[in-house]
């Protein structure tokens, strides 16, 4: 199958921000360089490129954020035996931001995928790999979430789950966050697998 190249662009009302990226789309894998500005905790920039391998298994995520007087940037790997890896930098400080702590690399045993805090993009790998804009069911799967501006990597276990097709070219799938926070989202998907309206968190322009 040849590669699909796609532009898709989001908008965020709370808090405020947008987001484009320009993603390559395989049978079984993607690829996708995006920026993203957000005003939260103070305005910020948010630059990423994102490789998968086959089954849409992250193999390494680059990220840098930056805003007035400061920058970080974060190199996350997985490795072919499952093994997480981070480099990370730092020029400046943001007072409102918590000081780096070195990840616990071993809590990430499992995840497949990272989770970048509020990108929608990140919501397509996990759904396409287990074909859930056709088919119901549930899967629980583990994430390495990077929260942003921070760029800290957490654990985080979390929930898909198939509800309907709206028509044919939607689908709804329901997000379910397994940690304390509770979070969770009916999110409108398309037939391509991008996120079309994240209550709460995207838009699809």
Known sequence: MDSRFRCV???????????????????????????????????????????TASGFVTTRLRVTSR????????????????????????????????????????????????????????????????????????????MAWVSVPDLAVHRSPQRYTFLRPIDNERSLVHFESLAEDGFNADIVFGADGFVLDYPGIATRL
């Open 67 to 142: 805003g007035d007087g400061w920058q970080r940037s974060l190199d996350l790997r997985r490795t072919d035996s499952g093994v997480w890896e981070e480099t990370w930098t730092e020029n400046g400080a943001n007072p409102l931001l918590q000081p780096h702590v070195a990840t616990d690399v071993a809590a990430l045993a499992g995840a497949l995928d990272v989770d970048l805090g509020l990108s929608p993009l990140l919501n397509t790998p996990p759904v396409l790999r287990h074909d859930l804009l056709r088919r119901g069911g549930s899967v629980d799967l583990v």
């Open 9 to 51: 662009a989001w908008s965020k009302a709370e808090p405020f921000g947008a987001e484009f990226a320009d993603v390559r789309l395989d049978a079984d894998s993607l690829g996708a360089r995006g920026v993203a500005i957000a005003s939260t905790p103070s305005p910020y920039r948010l630059d990423y490129e994102l490789e």
